[in-house]
């Protein structure tokens, strides 16, 4: 397990990193209309910060995927997929198993990566998804609810 479990017992509604939520899911200033909503929980972590699951599970995806840059997503015994995005490492591969709490990457993007830096100027955040339905075939929905 990269990087090692986290001290603590995280909760069904815990954050994926130790850092203030940014901006919520589908809320963007920028993109008012309803198909350019944001699909995801921002969260306001600086460049190089550790970042994990919320839930146990598999790994189904670890690499880059040009717009959220490296992302990685969790499959749980349930049929949810977690994804992370704007990694600026993965430290886990495709196929693993992961607890609740296990560091998976850490935060950032990677140079010129697109939207890595959009929240209130930072260079690095993270930002967390919620797939049912599957990871890229089903529905977003908010990590927080």
């Given amino acids: 397990m ?3 479990a ?3 017992t995280l909760g069904p509604l815990a954050s994926p990193c130790d ?3 940014g901006l919520p899911f589908g809320f963007f200033p920028t ?3 309803a198909d ?3 699909k995801g929980q921002d969260w306001l972590a600086p460049a190089g910060s550790p970042c994990w699951f919320r839930e146990a599970g598999v790994v189904v995806w670890a690499q ?3 717009q959220l840059g490296n992302y990685v ?3 749980t015994a349930t049929g949810v997929h977690w994804g992370l995005a704007h990694l600026r490492r993965i430290d886990v591969a495709v196929g693993q198993q992961v ?3 296990d560091v998976v990457g850490l935060t950032g993007g990677v140079e010129g990566e697109p939207g890595a830096g959009l929240v209130v100027g930072m260079y690095g955040h993270l930002h967390e998804e919620r797939w049912v339905g599957g990871l890229w075939t089903g529905v977003r929905v908010d990590p927080m609810g």
């Fill in 2 to 4: 990269a990087g090692g």
């Fill in 6 to 8: 986290l001290p603590f």
């Fill in 19 to 21: 850092f203030p939520r």
């Fill in 31 to 33: 993109y008012p209309t």
């Fill in 36 to 38: 350019h909503l944001h």
């Fill in 64 to 66: 880059d995927t040009g």
């Fill in 73 to 75: 997503a969790l499959r």
């Fill in 99 to 101: 607890a609740a709490g």
